[in-house]
Structure formats: structure tokens, C-alpha cells
């Protein structure tokens, strides 16, 4: 184990984060995912060292950093306000943190050529940060956070302040930066940011811990009505999208079975499809209905839900649809029943990687 919380509990009255274990193994993307004033900052500011827990402990690396100072934790964090030095161009902020090490001049160099090339940012090195878009500065902060090489990269709500296009720049370079070895721990109140980029997610809510798992294991199958409800995704699936370049229907493949048509500006590439379950259209025959995408499924579980009722359809793929009462008792549903489901290209989401 990397990173383990063992009982991590602070009181700011009347807040109160409590007992929060968790663990992140090397290589992680971890996503803490909640509403404002969860708690998801403060875990991340114990974790770095700048807050003190009241009780628990925190292991890196099977070695007892509870009480270690911030700078000999080998955790670096980048905040959501950036904190970029303006006085300093973009070469003298990513050098910072190494010439408060004293690392030699030339390692210097070195370091800052090398994660500048990495994050695409060495055309602005001479630039003060007063001149940079939303994104650069993103580039910026990063590059000074991970050229001190930490063990764990920690994100304060990293893409809350950009534009749709810059946000997808910038989950692919948070992607590219994971796979190539750094461990990363990322709050967000965004179920979005989760699917793309998580492998395991931690739900928190008024500082308590709800749920802990992969993506799927989270969003498929929430233990609380808080879960559920906050999330909101039940169907959501990794796909291919087929390439087309035409500017109507486009259809994703999941599993290398299943086709599903939709409308997005994407041509082609990989990504996830979203499909609200309360969109989705249960009958006991073959709808004549303008929904393009008509599957004949069996019904795996049937769970009641607030004054309706959830179904779990297996279409080859199981999805969730959320029909109210009156149609689940007009329609005589039962466990192992046929059924078909049916919803629109429109009512698909996809998402790009």
C-alpha cells in the first residue's frame, strides 16, 4: 500500500471530519468526489502535511508521516487557486521549489527543460504568469508541483476554472502524466472528472465517507440514497466510437457487441457513452417510437426506489432504467421477464478520452 489513512479526524465546529480511512495504491488515480463543503480539501491538506489531523494516522510508503513536516513528506499539491507567483516569469516558478532544496545549477536546468517538455509549456519559460490563459496556468502550476518528483501528486479541484475544450486538453495531459508512473489524488465535485479519470473513487459527504471503490463498483452500484442521488449515473459505459464524419447519427460500439447510435461533434476515437436511466423507455412489445436505440433485454433485479422503481435490464450490457409505479404495475414486470428498452440517440452522452 502507497498511501494509507487510518482514522483521520478533525474538529472545525461545527464541521467535524470523521474517521476517514482510505487506502491508494502506486499508480492510482484517485478521485474524492463531493458536494462544497464535504471535507474533500481538508483531507487533501492533511494528507500534504499544511493541516494537522486531531486523531488517526497516515502511513506513505509503510512509513509513519502523521507527524512529518510538509517538506519532508514528498507529497506536492497543486491548489485551486494555482498560488503562481506573479512577480516570477514561468522558468523562476518552476525553479522555486529546488532552490529552496540548494540543488545544483545545472540539475536546475536540467529539471526545468525536462517537465517543461513534458507539460508543452517550454515556448512560455520567459513569460510572467499576468499573461497567461486559464490553461498555461494549469501547465505552470503542475510543472513546479512535479519537478520536485513527489510520490504523490494531490489536485484541488483542477478544472473547475476552464473551458470545456481546455478541460479536455488538460484530462488528457492528467491521464498521460498517471500513466507514465505518478500516483494522483484529485477532489472534485464533478461525477464527469471521476468516470474519465479515476480508477478508484471515495464519496464524501459532510465529512463522512460513504462509499469507496472503482468507478463502476461507485456509480453502478451506490450503498446509500446519498450516493445515488448525488451521482446520478447508473449507465455509463467505456465505447469505441465508430468513425464517421457525416453530421448526423454516430454510433459507439460497447463490448465489441453492443451499437448504440448518438449525436456528438466527435469523429471518432474512444471515450465513455453517459444514458440517464429516467430516460430510458420500458415495454412488454417492439415500440413503434422515433427512439432509434430499441434492445429485447431480461430483467435481473427489480429495486424500489423514491416512488418509483429501478430495473436492471441485460441487453448484453445491463442497464438501469427508472420507470414510475403505475408503469411498473400496468406492465406486470417481474425477474426473468422479457422486456425491450428504448431511448434516444439524443439522450446519450459521450464523452471523449
Not at 72 to 90: E, N, Y
Not at 145 to 172: A, H, Y
Not at 319 to 346: H, P, R
Request: hydrophobic share 40%; with cysteine; charged share 25%.
Amino acid at each position: 500500500m502507497m498511501l494509507e489513512l487510518k482514522n483521520i479526524s478533525k474538529k472545525y465546529d461545527p464541521f467535524n471530519l470523521e474517521d476517514i480511512s482510505l487506502s491508494v495504491e502506486k499508480g492510482d488515480y484517485f478521485v474524492l468526489l463531493g458536494p462544497s463543503g464535504a471535507g474533500k480539501t481538508l483531507i487533501l491538506e492533511i494528507i500534504a502535511g499544511i493541516i494537522q489531523a486531531d486523531n488517526g494516522e497516515i502511513f506513505l510508503d509503510n512509513e509513519n508521516i502523521t507527524n512529518k513536516r510538509i517538506q519532508k513528506r514528498k507529497i506536492g499539491m497543486v491548489f485551486q487557486d494555482l498560488a503562481v507567483f506573479p512577480h516570477l516569469s514561468v522558468k523562476e516558478n518552476i525553479e522555486y521549489p529546488l532552490k529552496n532544496h540548494r540543488i545544483n545549477k545545472s540539475i536546475i536546468r536540467e529539471k526545468v527543460i525536462n517537465i517543461s517538455n513534458k507539460l508543452d509549456i517550454n515556448h512560455i519559460l520567459n513569460r510572467k504568469p499576468t499573461t497567461l490563459s486559464g490553461g498555461e496556468l494549469q501547465r505552470v502550476a503542475l510543472a513546479r508541483t512535479l519537478v520536485s518528483d513527489p510520490k504523490i501528486l494531490l489536485l484541488d479541484e483542477p478544472l473547475s476554472s476552464i473551458d470545456i475544450q481546455l478541460k479536455n486538453d488538460l484530462r488528457k495531459l492528467l491521464r498521460r502524466i498517471n500513466k507514465a508512473g505518478q500516483t494522483i489524488i484529485h477532489v472534485t465535485h464533478d461525477y464527469e472528472e471521476a468516470v474519465l479519470l479515476a480508477n478508484k473513487v471515495a464519496i464524501l459527504n459532510e465529512g463522512k465517507l460513504l462509499q469507496t471503490g472503482t468507478a463502476i463498483e461507485v456509480f453502478q452500484f451506490p450503498k446509500s440514497k446519498f450516493v445515488a442521488s448525488f451521482t446520478g449515473v447508473r449507465n455509463f459505459f467505456p465505447c469505441i466510437l465508430k468513425p464517421s464524419y457525416s453530421k448526423g447519427l454516430k454510433n459507439v460500439i460497447i463490448d465489441n457487441s453492443i451499437e448504440i447510435k448518438l449525436h456528438t461533434d466527435q469523429t471518432q476515437g474512444t471515450g465513455f457513452i453517459l444514458i440517464g436511466d429516467n430516460a430510458i423507455f420500458v415495454s412488454n412489445h417492439k415500440p413503434e417510437t422515433s427512439a432509434c436505440n430499441n434492445f429485447l433485454g431480461e430483467i435481473l433485479e427489480i429495486i424500489p426506489a423514491n416512488n418509483s422503481i429501478e430495473l436492471i435490464v441485460n441487453v448484453g450490457i445491463k442497464i438501469s432504467a427508472l420507470i414510475s409505479l403505475e408503469s411498473y404495475e400496468n406492465l406486470s414486470l417481474f425477474e426473468g421477464k422479457q422486456v425491450w428498452v428504448s431511448f434516444k440517440a439524443t439522450n446519450v452522452k459521450f464523452l471523449p478520452n
